[in-house]
């Protein structure tokens, strides 16, 4: 609006292209690139599968490393009837048609994908235009005083900039160094592998862990023991410290609220709105 001389239109107008060439563009691209990926990786689980390379992986109870393990829950859990290699294709397969149904639903519905679009960028434009003024005509609807009204709205903006933007962005920077983690130690698929590791970071006390332990064990399993040591200290030295580092700084530090109620906000938002 400053570079405008105070053209409010032209100045929402040229924000809404470039959020539009900024996010939305690379969002939609990253879907459908994620579901051809998935697709990929499914596919190479199945003829790792029928070619019977993962039958000596799945052996644990003859493996040097699980042994202990396995020792120390063998009286709680009868390992023998788990299907190890069942249970994980079985998870692959639906997280597969997952991404591949949601990839070709936006292909298809493409008249829909664009009214939706729409209706979101006229919103944003009037709300980038006018925001001041809707936020002023808002305040009148309110029975409280002119300083109720200012710390509530004042409190409204710090808690939903710092839940939002904070946990999107900690996510996104823990799903990029995550990914570039799995791409130096030449794990294929490392976009899908980042995108899980964006995905759990939301997670409280397991987070990014879910992903990067399995490929531990994996490499500890088939004798990688340097690429299982080095993952360990780069998932926990790198990925992890942006998650201690970042989140306080713009979550709880700006809106003072507990990781727990951060958690259960975006989930419930996730879960009524839509990813």
Same mark, same amino acid.
């Given at each position: 609006? $400053?570079?405008?001389?105070?053209?409010?239109?032209?100045?929402?107008?040229?924000?809404? *292209?470039?959020?539009?060439?900024?996010?939305?563009?690379?969002?939609?691209? =990253?879907?459908?690139?994620?579901?051809? $990926?998935?697709?990929?990786?499914? %596919?190479?689980?199945?003829?790792?599968?029928?070619?019977? $390379?993962?039958?000596? &992986?799945?052996?644990?109870?003859?493996?040097?490393?699980?042994?202990?393990? =396995?020792?120390?829950?063998?009286?709680?859990?009868?390992?023998?009837?788990?299907?190890?290699?069942?249970?994980?294709?079985?998870? =692959?397969?639906?997280?597969? %048609?997952?991404? &591949?149904?949601?990839?070709?639903?936006?292909?298809?519905?493409?008249?829909?994908?664009?009214?939706?679009?729409?209706?979101? %960028?006229?919103? *944003?434009?009037?709300? #980038?235009?006018?925001?001041?003024?809707?936020? $002023?005509? &808002?305040?009148?609807?309110?029975?409280?005083?002119?300083?109720?009204?200012?710390?509530?709205?004042?409190?409204?903006?710090?808690?939903?900039?710092?839940?939002?933007?904070?946990?999107?962005?900690?996510?996104?920077?823990?799903?990029?160094?995550?990914?570039?983690?799995?791409?130096?130690?030449?794990?294929?698929?490392?976009? #899908?592998?980042?995108?899980?590791?964006?995905?759990?970071? =939301?997670?409280?006390?397991?987070?990014?862990?879910?992903?990067?332990?399995?490929?531990?064990?994996?490499?500890?399993?088939?004798?990688?023991?340097?690429?299982?040591?080095?993952?360990?200290?780069?998932?926990?030295?790198?990925?992890? *410290?942006?998650?201690?580092?970042?989140?306080?700084?713009?979550?709880?530090?700006?809106?003072?609220?507990?990781?727990?109620?951060?958690?259960?906000?975006?989930?419930?938002?996730?879960?009524?709105?839509?990813?």
């Amino acid at each position: 609006r $400053e570079k405008l001389n105070g053209r409010r239109s032209g100045a929402a107008l040229l924000t809404c *292209m470039a959020l539009t060439v900024i996010i939305i563009v690379p969002v939609v691209v =990253l879907v459908l690139l994620l579901a051809g $990926e998935v697709g990929s990786v499914y %596919l190479q689980f199945q003829q790792k599968v029928e070619s019977g $390379e993962l039958e000596g &992986l799945l052996d644990v109870k003859s493996n040097p490393y699980l042994e202990p393990f =396995l020792y120390w829950i063998e009286p709680y859990v009868d390992v023998n009837n788990i299907d190890f290699l069942g249970s994980f294709s079985a998870g =692959l397969q639906q997280l597969s %048609l997952f991404f &591949l149904r949601y990839g070709t639903t936006m292909l298809s519905g493409f008249f829909n994908l664009i009214t939706g679009f729409l209706i979101m %960028l006229i919103t *944003m434009f009037f709300l #980038f235009r006018d925001g001041d003024n809707l936020a $002023e005509e &808002l305040k009148t609807w309110t029975p409280f005083s002119g300083t109720y009204e200012q710390v509530l709205f004042n409190k409204f903006r710090e808690v939903a900039s710092a839940t939002v933007v904070g946990s999107l962005l900690t996510a996104l920077a823990q799903g990029i160094v995550g990914g570039l983690v799995f791409w130096v130690l030449g794990i294929s698929n490392a976009l #899908f592998l980042g995108f899980l590791i964006a995905l759990f970071s =939301l997670v409280p006390v397991v987070g990014t862990a879910v992903v990067w332990v399995p490929w531990v064990i994996y490499f500890l399993v088939t004798g990688s023991t340097v690429r299982a040591i080095i993952l360990t200290l780069l998932a926990v030295f790198f990925v992890g *410290m942006i998650d201690n580092v970042l989140r306080p700084l713009f979550i709880e530090g700006r809106a003072k609220l507990h990781t727990l109620f951060v958690f259960l906000s975006i989930m419930g938002g996730i879960v009524y709105f839509g990813i």
